[in-house]
């Protein structure tokens, strides 16, 4: 029995990301999706909180019919603890699943088995490039999974980027 963990802020999530889900049901028996810097919503870079985040993941995640746990894990203040941090929060597992290069250092010195997937259409599915579209009022609905588009219409999520953009300052 393997249990894979893949871990990502998915502020929102994407088909990039369903792609390697997908590829990573495959590969494995259970799936444990950490949804990093739970903490943070409201703001330009993390406008969904971990709640909303655990609805689009759980909701995606049903097309592979696989065994789950989504489980938000808040930041900590100090890198070299955040691998302990983690194993307190998600149920034990084999290997882990990231591209993102601080996240690799830190569970491969911890003795983790990291596994790398392939990046696909990063400059198209890619959370930045998806809320810089909601920003601008141009089309960002076929880069997210279709319960996504349904998630963040219903909790108004484009209207909640564009208000935490602005200022009242001239
Ligand atoms: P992310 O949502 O940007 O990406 C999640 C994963 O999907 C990454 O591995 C990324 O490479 C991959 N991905 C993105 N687009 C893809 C595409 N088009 N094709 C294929 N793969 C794609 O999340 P992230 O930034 O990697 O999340 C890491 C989390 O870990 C953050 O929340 C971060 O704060 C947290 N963290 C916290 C600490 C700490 O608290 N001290 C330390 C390290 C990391």
Do not use: C
């Amino acid at each position: 029995m393997i249990r894979g963990l893949y871990l990502g802020r998915f502020q929102p999530y994407h088909l990039g990301h369903h792609q390697v889900l997908k590829q990573i049901s495959k590969e494995v028996d259970e799936i444990i999706v950490g949804i990093g810097s739970a903490q943070k919503s409201h703001e330009v870079e993390n406008p969904f909180t971990a709640g909303e985040r655990v609805l689009m993941v759980t909701s995606a995640i049903k097309e592979f019919d696989i065994k789950h746990y989504v489980i938000p894990i808040e930041d900590i203040q100090r890198n070299s603890l955040w691998v302990s941090h983690v194993k307190s929060m998600v149920p034990p597992f084999d290997i882990a699943y990231t591209n993102n290069p601080l996240v690799i250092e830190l569970l491969s010195e911890a003795g983790i088995e990291v596994k790398q997937s392939p990046l696909f259409k990063r400059n198209k599915y890619s959370g930045t490039q998806i809320r810089r579209l909601m920003l601008k009022g141009e089309k960002w609905k076929k880069f997210v999974p279709e319960s996504v588009i349904e998630i963040i219409d219903e909790i108004n999520g484009v209207k909640r980027l564009r208000t935490v953009t602005q200022s009242d300052q001239e």
